[in-house]
Structure formats: structure tokens, C-alpha cells
């Protein structure tokens, strides 16, 4: 096939999405600025001649340094302290921040002196609107999307890459990387932090300006996070208007270092996500939605994480659960008034969850050594009561406690922990009106694809 053929073809298929952000290898340092720029406190100016890069590792964030030339009274006011001072480019400013680290040279070497930008840190008038916000998310999940095509003078192509995500304020598409691969493996080999996407988020009305795109940007990095099972954001923020970049956020937003962690979306499909955001985004909306989300999605990923190991997890995904029932059961549904919704204790708590999810007491096939502590304790009656019982031998530091928590299992406690992040999973997507396949982390069967299944509420399956 002739490449005018090719081109007339795919016409209609999308251009993946570019950044001028570079980023190939894993915890590559990224240059924003080199040459002249100033460092301003109350005392004066000092002009600097040096760099100013974005770091991943040790101490994330903008940082400068560079050598200066100046009055030596003015130097010696810019002590290593908290003291807060501006970083100064073409007039612009770049950030605040404060001096780590300073050197006294010679009249011929100068005075080197480094810093780290603290809070927001954008290059260039943030004040300018755009007609649209192209961005990065590092750390980020594996997803077979849609198609787009990549082409340049030597060769063209089809990927599968894209997430599009849509409410009534703008549309967002996700574009994983062309290298996505072997991004990927640099992240297994060295871990930390990659750009693993490239994305674009266009208003629907008018032109949109940075500081009117915090708060989507908020909702959209919680939304990712539920996505991906760790924390991730939108990063290096650009303003775009007629294909020039304007401005670019630098601003250190919240990623985990990288690590691979079972979640529950399905890696073959994007279909049901872009619908899921819009609900997302809509509850967004309401404060105590808000609220709630952020919390909820918090003990989520530090559970899934493993960040207290096995036992400090577990009592995590209470506190989530504790937290879901509270939202949905009672404020929200309002099933149980009153002291009622109080005394009810924690299994029960748990069982009434189930019960608005169409989802068993019993203990999942595949958890074998959770149902063998439930077989050999009478007092146990099904998978609720198993959790929070192993919950409180953890929690509770009597002697008859501790000697319970040391007869268990630890594939028992895995399974508990397993299936107490699923009856999250499982809530959220309740919450969100989900209706299509997702993982199933609590399956049996051996290929990840047969994992994936509609949820027990869908009319579907």
C-alpha cells in the first residue's frame, strides 16, 4: 500500500499525543532553565548564573544552583535557612524556596550556591489562558486503549494507546508512550520514576488558565490513583496556544515511587472507564463527596501497597471499610437512624455493605487458608466475621489476642487482606454505577484474562 493511501486510510484515527517533556530512562533529571536568572529576598537581588532542574530522587522537586558574582553584603543575607526567597526568570517568577547550600569561592570562582523550589513552581505567565493543558502522568498503569497513529518522514503506525476520558467541563485524552515498553523496564530495573504518558486536556468552552485547572487536576490524579492502586498525578503542566507552550507547571505533585501492585481495572479494555470518571467527576462536585473519595482512596492504596505489611494493611481496609459504610450506609442511603447505626458492630457492619453489592458472606473458593481458620473456629460464621476477627487479635494487645494472632496462618491474613481490598474495590464501583468487566483479585483462575468479569451486581453477566 502506497503512503498517500496509508495516510487517506487512517485520516480519521488521531495523532498520538507529544510533550516537550523528555524522559526515556528512569530518574533522568529534567532541565527547565540554564543561564542567568535571579534570587530575590528582602534584602536585594543576587544574579545567578547556572541551572534549574526538576529532580525525582532523594529530594523530589524544582532545585537550583549556580554561581554568583555580587556584593558580598547581599550574598551573606542569603543564609541556609528556611528563610523564603523567589526565583526570578525573564522577569517572571519561577517559584519560592529557600537556600540549602552555599559556597564561598574566590573573586574569580564566586560564591556557588543551591536551593530547592517549595510549593507551586511554574515557568513562565502562568497567568496567560490556553486553549489547552498538555501534561504527563508518570508511574502509571498498563492499559490496551484505543487507536492512534504515529507517524514521522520515516515510518508509520497504529497503537492501541488511548484513554479518553470526558465530563461536561472538558475532554482529557491519555496517550501511553510509543516506548511504553521499555519505559516500563527501566522502572523494573531501577524503579523510581518514569513518564510512561503523554496527555491533553481541552476545554469544551473557551480557553482555560492554570489556576482554573487545579481543582480538575485534583479530581483527575484521585481518579488515576483508583486506577492504578498507587498514587499518581498529572505532571509538568503545559499551556498551549496555537501549538506553542507558553508556561509549564513544575510544581512537585504526590507519585509513589514505582512498584507493580494488583488493581482492579481490566488490562485488555478501556470500555466503562471514561463513563466511571464522568460520575466521578460529577460527585466530585459536593465537598463531602470529596472528602470522602480522597479518604477512601487513601487507606485504599496504602492497604494495596502493603505499606504496613500484611497486619498493619488489614487495619487499614478497616478503617476504609469503617469509612464506606459510614458515607454510603448510613449518610447517604440512610438505612439505619439514629444510636442504631453505632452499636452495629464491625462484622455486621461489613455484611450490610455486602448486602447493597449482591456479594456472598462466604469465603472465596480460592482463599483456602481463610476458610480453614473459619472451619476451626466456632465462634466464626463466615468471611466478615473472619476479617475483623483477625483485625482484632492485631489491634488488641491482651495476651489471649496475641497468642490468637500468632496461630494464624499468614496466608490466612494474606487472604483477609486480599479480600478486604476487594470488598473496597468493590463498594467504589458500586458507588460509581460500574457496570463492566474489572479484575477480579479474589478469582481462581490462572490466566489474568479469565479474572476479568462483570461485578456481582451487573445485569451483564
Known amino acids: 500500500m502506497q503512503a498517500k493511501e496509508i495516510l487517506e486510510r487512517y485520516k480519521d484515527v488521531p495523532e498520538i499525543i507529544q510533550s516537550s517533556i523528555e524522559m526515556i530512562e528512569a530518574n ?124 514521522t518522514e520515516a515510518n508509520f503506525s497504529t497503537l492501541s494507546n488511548r484513554l479518553t476520558l470526558e465530563n461536561d467541563f472538558c475532554i482529557i485524552n491519555i496517550d501511553k508512550c510509543k516506548d511504553f515498553k521499555n519505559r516500563i523496564q527501566s522502572l523494573e530495573e531501577k524503579g523510581g520514576f518514569n513518564i510512561l504518558y503523554n496527555c491533553e486536556l481541552v476545554p469544551k468552552k473557551g480557553s482555560v488558565k492554570l489556576e482554573d485547572s487545579a481543582e480538575i487536576f485534583h479530581c483527575l490524579s484521585t481518579f488515576l490513583t483508583f486506577l492504578n492502586g498507587r498514587r499518581t498525578s498529572a505532571f509538568f503542566i503545559q499551556g498551549v496556544y496555537e501549538e506553542r507552550v507558553l508556561w509549564c507547571d513544575y510544581t512537585d505533585y504526590l507519585v509513589d515511587s514505582y512498584k507493580y501492585v494488583q488493581t482492579w481495572p481490566q488490562k485488555t479494555s478501556v470500555i466503562g472507564i471514561s463513563k466511571l470518571w464522568e460520575q466521578f467527576s460529577t460527585l466530585w462536585k459536593d465537598s463531602n463527596n470529596k472528602n470522602f473519595f480522597i479518604s477512601a482512596i487513601h487507606w485504599y492504596v496504602e492497604a494495596n501497597a502493603n505499606s504496613g505489611f500484611t497486619e498493619g494493611s488489614i487495619i487499614m481496609t478497616q478503617t476504609a471499610l469503617e469509612l464506606l459504610y459510614n458515607w454510603w450506609i448510613i449518610e447517604s442511603k440512610k438505612m439505619i437512624v439514629g444510636k442504631d447505626s453505632e452499636n452495629i458492630n464491625a462484622a455486621n457492619k461489613i455484611r450490610l455493605l455486602l448486602s447493597q453489592l449482591d456479594i456472598s458472606h462466604s469465603v472465596p473458593l480460592a482463599f483456602t487458608h481463610l476458610q480453614q481458620f473459619v472451619d476451626e473456629n466456632e465462634n466464626i460464621t463466615d468471611a466478615p466475621e473472619a476479617i475483623v476477627q483477625i483485625r482484632n487479635a492485631i489491634v488488641h494487645s491482651q495476651h489471649e489476642k496475641r497468642k490468637k494472632l500468632d496461630s494464624i496462618h499468614y496466608m490466612a491474613k494474606h487472604e483477609a487482606l486480599q479480600l478486604s481490598i476487594w470488598y473496597i474495590e468493590m463498594t467504589l464501583l458500586k458507588i460509581l454505577d460500574f457496570d463492566e468487566k474489572y479484575f477480579n483479585r479474589c478469582s481462581r483462575k490462572m490466566w489474568a484474562s479469565e479474572a476479568e468479569v462483570f461485578p456481582p451486581w451487573s445485569s451483564k453477566g
Do not use: M
Open 28 to 151: 533522568c533529571p529534567i532541565q527547565i532553565f540554564s543561564g542567568n536568572y535571579l534570587i530575590r529576598n528582602e534584602k536585594g537581588d543576587l544574579n545567578v548564573n547556572g541551572e534549574i532542574i526538576f529532580n525525582w530522587v532523594a529530594s523530589s522537586g524544582s532545585h537550583f544552583f549556580g554561581t554568583i558574582n555580587a556584593d558580598t553584603q547581599i550574598a551573606d543575607s542569603f543564609s541556609i535557612s528556611h528563610d523564603k526567597i523567589q526565583i526570578i526568570v525573564d522577569g517572571l517568577v519561577f517559584g519560592d524556596g529557600n537556600v540549602n547550600n552555599k559556597t564561598i569561592g574566590t573573586n574569580i570562582s564566586g560564591t556557588e550556591i543551591k536551593g530547592r523550589l517549595l510549593g507551586q513552581a511554574c515557568f513562565g505567565d502562568k497567568s496567560v489562558a490556553v486553549e489547552k493543558l498538555v501534561f504527563t502522568i508518570p508511574n502509571f498503569r498498563d492499559f490496551h486503549g484505543t487507536v492512534v497513529k504515529s507517524k
